[in-house]
T-cell receptor
Framework: DTGVSQDPRHKITKRGQNVTFRCDPI?????LYWYRQTLGQGPEFLTY????????KSRLLSDRFSAERPKGSFSTLEIQRTEQGDSAMYLC?????????????FGNGTRLTVT | AQKVTQAQTEISVVEKEDVTLDCVYE???????LFWYKQPPSGELVFLIR??????QNEISGRYSWNFQKSTSSFNFTITASQVVDSAVYFC???????????????FGAGTRLAVHP
């Protein structure tokens, strides 16, 4: 169990640029989640996958955000035309089991700064 | 509305003191789950405990203990004999049924930052 890994750890970009983050979940976990965390707040749900299927998306996930999980393995989160309000920590988590209430295992996150 | 409130923004204690972190939740679901996570400075959220709404027994794990009271919608977390390594942000979270957005979505509180000084 090598844990959930996210890449990059930090990303600084200029407003209007596109960015892509990667998440590698724990290998046997079929569920993968993306959360966003702003300073001083708890994480907020963005989206989740069961295997390769994206089953739910938050209203927070505007049209500029897209997530994929090809082949049910790693996942990418892309933000197009970044805005300063997108600056946050983007957290990926995975879980196993059949129940949605299984504990989530989080990665260290990708901190995005939009200048 | 489904929400989790952690009224204590920051707590500062001296090592070996006991400290309790409060968590109050709101939900219309009858079946739900409550969680506590620890976020050390490295940023990774670490799972500590999960409780379902039908199990009100308190739980103890080493220096950690949890008190779940449905009557007051609270799920408080106590660290006994705190240590410097306990310094972190602690989050309480809720997942539930239709009213809470589904069991696949965690609703987090804003967190309590605990600083344990030597």
């Amino acid at each position: 169990d090598t844990g959930v890994s996210q890449d990059p750890r930090h990303k600084i970009t200029k407003r209007g640029q596109n960015v892509t983050f990667r998440c590698d979940p724990i290998s046997e976990h079929n569920r993968l989640y993306w959360y966003r965390q702003t300073l001083g707040q708890g994480p907020e749900f963005l989206t989740y996958f069961q295997n390769e299927a994206q089953l739910e998306k938050s209203r927070l996930l505007s049209d500029r955000f897209s997530a994929e999980r090809p082949k049910g393995s790693f996942s990418t989160l892309e933000i197009q035309r970044t805005e300063q309000g997108d600056s946050a920590m983007y957290l990926c988590a995975s879980s196993g089991g059949t129940g949605g209430n299984s504990p989530l295992h989080f990665g260290n996150g990708t901190r995005l700064t939009v200048t | 509305a489904q929400k989790v409130t952690q009224a204590q923004t920051e707590i500062s204690v001296v090592e070996k003191e006991d400290v309790t972190l409060d968590c109050v939740y709101e939900t219309r679901d009858t079946t739900y789950y409550l969680f506590w996570y620890k976020q050390p400075p490295s940023g990774e959220l670490v799972f500590l405990i999960r409780r379902n709404s039908f199990d009100e027994q308190n739980e103890i794990s080493g220096r950690y203990s949890w008190n779940f009271q449905k009557s007051t919608s609270s799920f408080n977390f106590t660290i006994t004999a705190s240590q410097v390594v306990d310094s972190a942000v602690y989050f309480c979270a809720l997942s539930g049924g239709a009213f809470s957005g589904g069991y696949n979505k965690l609703i987090f509180g804003a967190g309590t930052r605990l600083a344990v000084h030597p």
